[in-house]
């Protein structure tokens, strides 16, 4: 950031405002160096731009009004036949998949889906070797479909493993869905 003067958006500067009196991380009265101020400063700007929100009374996902998965596809059916998975394929790679219960028909779901708010085909995006319990409920956010509590002990217990060494790490608050935006 050190070539870049923009300026901060009201909310933006809340935001941050916010999770720095919230955050024990950083009390109040610490003195931050500039790289500090520079992280949360593009915490706060990549989080706004991906639907995602730190501040206080905002909801965690943007996403108001579920998306259906293909063309004429009914989304109340959409909703109950379908349900989300995660799998890790041959490479140790993360899968998302959307899967029929009755049909079998199944649906890939990439980054690019939280990036442009539906499903994208054919995309080569892929998750890595993790993705966050926040991004994998937006995705169900996103579409209105629920996933079982093994599916979301999966993904918390393999993010804690990829990122921090170990499937029982302590997870950071940061990188979990409020309670009540659970799709369970």
């Known amino acids: 950031m050190s070539d870049n003067k923009t300026l901060l958006s009201q909310g933006e500067i809340d935001a941050l405002v916010a999770f720095l009196t919230n955050s024990e991380a950083a009390p109040i009265g610490t003195v931050l160096d500039q790289s500090s101020i520079d ?3 593009e915490l706060v700007k990549y989080n706004n731009k991906h639907g ?3 501040g ?4 965690t996902g943007a996403y108001s009004d579920a998306v259906v998965l293909e ?3 009914d989304l109340e059916e959409q909703k109950q036949d379908y349900e989300i998975i995660c799998r890790k394929d ?4 993360v899968e ?3 899967v ?3 049909g079998g028909k199944t649906y890939k779901l990439t980054p690019s889906c939280l990036l442009q708010n539906k499903r994208v085909e054919n995309d080569k995006a892929e998750w890595g070797h993790a993705i966050s319990p926040l991004h994998f409920n937006n995705l169900a956010l996103l579409f209105g479909i629920k996933y079982s509590s093994e599916t979301f002990r999966f993904v918390c217990t393999n993010f804690a493993k990829v990122m921090y060494g170990y499937e029982d790490a302590d997870i950071s608050s940061l990188y979990y869905p409020p309670e ?4 369970i």
């Open 71 to 73: 063309k004429g596809l």
């Open 180 to 183: 009540d935006d659970l799709e």
């Open 96 to 98: 998302i998949l959307c």
């Open 52 to 54: 995602l929100f730190i």
């Open 100 to 102: 029929s219960k009755t």
């Open 56 to 59: 206080e009374g905002q909801q």
């Open 90 to 93: 041959a490479r140790d790679y």
């Open 39 to 41: 992280k949360l400063i």
